[in-house]
C-alpha cells in the first residue's frame, strides 16, 4: 500500500539555524511523484516542490533544498539559515495511481518552529 | 500562481443547519477534491471530480455530498450539520493533462459546528 512517513511531528530551532525534514515513502507504482506543501498557520497549503521518479536530482531552490533518494525511499527537505516565516506545517506527499488519474497520499506533516 | 477561491473562510453554525461550503477556480482544471483536515493535522480525501457530472467518493467516508455542474465550481454540501463535522475543509484543483499532478489548494473553510 501507499504510504508516507514523516516521522518528525515538531521541530523547534533557533533562527539561523539549518534544520531537516525527512520523508519516507512507500510505493508499488514503478512511475510516481513526489511534493511537499508548505501550510502557514493561515490555513491554506502551498506548493513547493514536484520530484519524479525518474529524478533524482538534487534540487535547490533559494535556502530550500530536497534530496530524493530512490535507493531508501526517502525525500528529505532541508531549510538552510532558517528564518521565522519559515514557521509553518510542512506536507510530503506521494502520488497514488486512481483510476485515470493520480491522488495524493499525504504524510502526517511536520510543525516547524523557528524562533527568533 | 494558483487561482482557487473558498468560501466561507469561517463558519460557526449551529447542529442541524444545512451549509454549503464554495469553491472554485480559474484555471481550468478538470480535476478538483476535497479534503477534510483535522487538527490533528492529517488530510483526509474525501470527494473528488475528473471533470463536469463527475463525483467520486474519497477515502474517507464523509456524511458531505458534491456536485460538479461546471468546470470551475465543485461545492460541498452538509444536509444536516453535526458537531463531529467541524474540522478544516480544503479544496484543490490539478491539471494532469499538462503532466504536471500537484494539487493548487484554496485557502480552507474553518467550520464549526455547535
Known amino acids: 500500500a501507499q504510504k508516507v512517513t514523516q516521522a518528525q511531528t515538531e521541530i523547534s530551532v533557533v533562527e539561523k539555524e539549518d534544520v531537516t525534514l525527512d520523508c519516507v515513502y512507500e510505493?508499488?507504482?514503478?512511475?510516481?511523484?513526489l511534493f511537499w506543501y508548505k501550510q502557514p498557520p493561515s490555513g491554506e497549503l502551498v506548493f513547493l516542490i514536484r520530484?519524479?521518479?525518474?529524478?533524482?536530482q538534487n534540487e535547490i531552490s533559494g535556502r530550500y533544498s530536497w534530496n530524493f533518494q530512490k535507493s531508501t525511499s526517502s525525500f528529505n527537505f532541508t531549510i538552510t539559515a532558517s528564518q521565522v516565516v519559515d514557521s509553518a506545517v510542512y506536507f510530503c506527499?506521494?502520488?497514488?495511481?486512481?483510476?485515470?488519474?493520480?491522488?495524493?497520499?499525504f504524510g502526517s506533516g511536520t510543525r516547524l518552529l523557528v524562533r527568533p | 500562481e494558483a487561482d482557487i477561491y473558498q468560501t466561507p473562510r469561517y463558519l460557526v453554525i449551529g447542529t442541524g443547519k444545512k451549509i454549503t461550503l464554495e469553491c472554485s477556480q480559474t484555471?481550468?482544471?478538470?480535476?478538483m477534491y476535497w479534503y477534510q483536515q483535522d487538527p490533528g493535522m492529517e488530510l483526509h480525501l474525501i470527494h473528488y471530480?475528473?471533470?463536469?457530472?463527475?463525483?467520486e467518493k474519497g477515502d474517507l467516508s464523509s456524511e458531505s455530498t458534491v456536485s460538479r455542474i461546471r468546470t470551475e465550481h465543485f461545492p460541498l454540501t452538509l444536509e444536516s450539520a453535526r458537531p463531529s463535522h467541524t474540522s478544516q475543509y480544503l479544496c484543490?484543483?490539478?491539471?494532469?493533462?499538462?503532466?504536471?499532478?500537484?494539487?493548487?489548494f484554496g485557502p480552507g473553510t474553518r467550520l464549526t459546528v455547535t
Open positions: 484543490a484543483s490539478s491539471s494532469p493533462a499538462r503532466n504536471s499532478y500537484e494539487q493548487y
Open positions: 510505493t508499488r507504482d514503478t512511475t510516481y511523484y
Open positions: 520530484r519524479n521518479s525518474f529524478d533524482e
Open positions: 506527499a506521494l502520488s497514488e495511481e486512481m483510476d485515470s488519474s493520480y491522488k495524493l497520499i
Open positions: 484555471m481550468g482544471h478538470d480535476k
Open positions: 471530480s475528473y471533470g463536469v457530472n463527475s463525483t
